[in-house]
């Protein structure tokens, strides 16, 4: 098992396990995801809504990740500390991938194939 923290909470996950699965697991402050669906295999990292940082990347090599990474493509490494919700960065990255999302997407919901129960709607409130 390996274990990571992630605003503060830690947890053991076993290993292959993605951030965004590790964060699922705790039930608290959850990385949005948009593209990302845990039965198909090779979903995620399209849409970037889940984007996190990486502060310390594991015991063996604790320098942080040079760049926000995709919390449902990057897998956890044993001592690995990540930013979600507590870093200003992150959230300002998260806002700017959702207003460039929004550019060509409609949000007159009486037109759209969802009818009000758009997850990109909903994420754009937030």
Do not use: F, W
């Not at 964060?23 to 845990?38: D, H, L, Q």
């Amino acid at each position: 098992m390996l274990k990571v923290t992630i605003d503060d909470i830690s947890i053991a996950v076993p290993a292959g396990t993605t951030i965004l699965q590790a964060a699922r697991m705790i039930g608290e402050n959850v990385p949005p995801a948009m593209c990302y669906y845990s039965k198909l295999e090779g979903s995620g990292g399209k849409c970037r809504t889940c984007l996190v940082k990486v502060s310390k990347g594991s015991e063996k090599d604790p320098r942080p990740m040079p760049k926000l990474v995709a919390s449902c493509r990057t897998t956890v490494m044993d001592g690995m500390e990540v930013k979600s919700i507590t870093s200003d960065r992150v959230q300002d990255a998260r806002a700017g991938v959702v207003e460039m999302l929004l550019i060509n997407h409609p949000l007159d919901c009486p037109i759209c194939d969802q009818a009000g129960e758009c997850d990109l709607q909903d994420l754009s409130y937030e």
